[in-house]
Nanobody
Framework: QVQLVESGGGLVQPGGSLRLSCAAS????????MGWYRQAPGKQRELVAR???????NYADSVKGRFAISRENAKNTVYLHLNSLKPEDTAVYYC???????????WGQGTQVTVSS
């Protein structure tokens, strides 16, 4: 089981930026596929961005060109850079991890992002 701790959420105005971090422990980080999901009130959890162990990335259409996912294996950390934020980006953002060969998914506790003027 992988332990995940997110940080970096907060309140930001529309058009602003944030950087979320997710620190992982309990398994060799470099063999993990990492992801960021979000869940807004009354909605299902949805994929935001994913980065594989070989650093292949993919994004939800709603965030393409605005968000960027990256990983720093030396620090066991994955980042989500959120730019040009919109009110509809308001949600709890969750970090996920799964070994690249499959198996169970581990989740962090989530970090709140609120975009409001």
């Amino acid at each position: 089981q992988v332990q995940l701790v997110e940080s970096g959420g907060g309140l930001v105005q529309p058009g602003g930026s944030l950087r979320l971090s997710c620190a992982a422990s309990g398994m060799t980080f470099s063999i993990l596929d990492m992801g960021w999901y979000r869940q807004a009130p009354g909605k299902q959890r949805e994929l935001v961005a994913r980065i594989t162990s070989s650093k292949i990335t993919n994004y939800a259409d709603s965030v393409k060109g605005r968000f960027a996912i990256s990983r720093e294996n030396a620090k066991n950390t994955v980042y989500l850079h959120l730019n040009s934020l919109k009110p509809e980006d308001t949600a709890v953002y969750y970090c996920s991890a799964r070994p690249t060969w499959g198996g169970s998914v581990s989740w962090g506790q989530g970090t709140q992002v609120t975009v409001s003027s």
